[in-house]
């Protein structure tokens, strides 16, 4: 793993909380909903490699892409075809599972949780990736009854946002607890190069966000602005340099602000080529918000453009970089900075270290928001964002921004900005 030295634990290390709730070893069985999308397989694909003594199911329609995914994953996996809308279906999917992986978005527009519900009936641990704001308070609605149940459930528990979560936790613990500093502002920032290899699911996510209003927080004080408005020059660093990102309604903001305590948050998403963000621009500004509220239409002009994007895709390739951003009142900014090459292979470790983290126990009963210590356990964190980093070409753990940007600017005497 570049940017790291720390090695990854043994895969047999992993544990597990059974429903009976007594320990035990890592033959615990995994079943991945949505597992023959692409966030889906990543993450099946990722867990047989961290820990191949897990029994891994895979459920979706396509039987065909579901065998071609099994076959690959080995003896120890299986295909189960199901509906996510057939309620009975799936609480008989997940008889004898210990942990459910909910990847089956988009996650907008979505009235019920539907699939978090039937975890909770039949007391299955539950994770899912949720990208949308609305979805997931409506999913933490049920912490009351994961606690009844005996379960441990995390939301928002992907790579943007999940692992963003975690880093951005980790940069404001360290500023509490070795600099005795308070957290000020807290800024997000995404990049990902075409559609990053998931094809119509980010491009579906992204258009029906511009049919909402962002929401940001400004020293304590909500406010809403316009999507894809306030655009910034960001540094990603080596692999990636500068680019433009703008603002849009990510879930992490609101969760980071009520749980972290920081007054002021905000998240920003671009991509490449140049003229994929002057689409997006274009789309917020002449086309009624009313369109990106409807899912329907949305899916219409993803089909629409889908054959163009697959196209681009092939040529800009699917980059990913996070860099969160942590300023105090000691006037102090540090940085954590994640990079990797594939988008479509980082999704799946980044959810799967989220698996390994509930089945070894340090997740409490409950629906919990990454960045709860209850979600994941302080001292659990570290492996976790080791586990999520595989593969990575850039990952600075906590930096001054100077010390990762490819252009830092010196305000005299050699001192750095």
Same mark, same amino acid.
């Given at each position: 793993m570049a940017g790291a030295s720390i090695p990854l634990p043994s895969p047999s290390l992993a544990s597990t909380i059974s429903k009976e709730g007594t320990n035990k070893p890592a033959s615990s069985r995994v079943l991945v909903l949505g597992g023959t999308g692409r966030v889906g397989g990543s993450t099946a694909t990722a867990l047989s490699k961290l820990c191949p003594s897990l029994q891994i199911q895979v459920a979706g329609r396509n039987r065909e892409k579901g065998a071609a995914l099994v076959s690959k994953l080995g003896?120890? &996996?299986?295909?189960?075809?199901? *509906?996510?809308?057939?309620?009975?279906?799936?609480?008989?999917?997940? *008889?004898?599972? *210990?942990?459910?992986?909910? /990847?089956?978005? !988009?996650? +907008?527009? +979505?009235?019920? =949780?539907?699939?978090?519900?039937?975890?909770? &009936? /039949?007391? /299955?641990?539950?994770?899912?990736? =949720?990208? *949308?704001?609305?979805?997931?308070?409506r999913a933490k609605g049920f912490h009351n009854e994961a606690v009844a149940a005996g379960i441990p459930a995390i939301t928002t528990a992907g790579i943007y946002p999940g692992v963003s979560n975690v880093m951005a936790a980790e940069l404001v613990h360290a500023a509490r607890s070795k600099d005795e500093a308070e957290p000020e502002r807290l800024r997000f920032f995404y990049y990902t190069a075409g559609s990053g290899g998931a094809g119509p699911t980010i491009l579906t996510t992204s258009l029906l966000l511009l049919g909402e209003d962002v929401i940001a927080y400004n020293k304590g004080e909500e406010v809403k602005l316009k999507p894809y408005s306030g655009a910034l020059s960001i540094d990603f660093g080596k692999g990636v340099r500068t680019k433009d990102v703008y603002l849009l309604n990510l879930p992490e903001v609101k969760s980071a602000h009520e749980i972290l305590k920081v007054p002021t948050v905000s998240a920003r998403f671009g991509t490449a080529p140049f003229f994929w963000n002057w689409g997006m621009l274009a789309f917020a500004k002449f086309l009624p918000m009313e369109t990106f509220r409807d899912k329907n239409k949305v899916l219409q002009l993803v089909q629409l453009i889908d054959p163009l994007v697959r196209v681009v895709d092939g040529i800009a390739g699917e980059r990913v970089s996070m860099r969160v951003d942590l300023e105090c009142t000691n006037g102090k900014t540090t940085i954590r900075l994640f990079t990797h090459k594939r988008l479509s292979v980082s999704v799946g470790y980044a959810t799967a270290a989220f698996v390994l983290a509930v089945l070894e126990g340090n997740t409490q009963p409950g629906v919990w928001f990454p960045e709860e210590p209850e979600g994941i356990a302080i001292e659990a964190r570290k492996?976790?964002? +080791?586990?999520?980093?595989?593969?990575?070409?850039?990952?600075?753990?906590?930096? !001054? !921004?100077?010390?990762?940007? /490819?252009d830092p600017k010196e305000v005299g005497l050699g001192i750095y900005v």
């Open positions: 003896e120890k &996996s299986e295909f189960v075809e199901l *509906d996510i809308n057939n309620t009975r279906m799936l609480e008989r999917a997940l *008889d004898g599972v *210990d942990l459910l992986v909910h /990847t089956a978005g !988009p996650f +907008q527009r +979505q009235e019920k =949780c539907t699939v978090l519900e039937a975890a909770i &009936s /039949t007391k /299955t641990a539950y994770i899912d990736v =949720c990208d *949308d704001t609305e979805y997931s308070w492996l976790l964002l +080791q586990r999520a980093a595989e593969g990575t070409s850039n990952f600075v753990m906590y930096k !001054p !921004p100077w010390m990762v940007e /490819t």
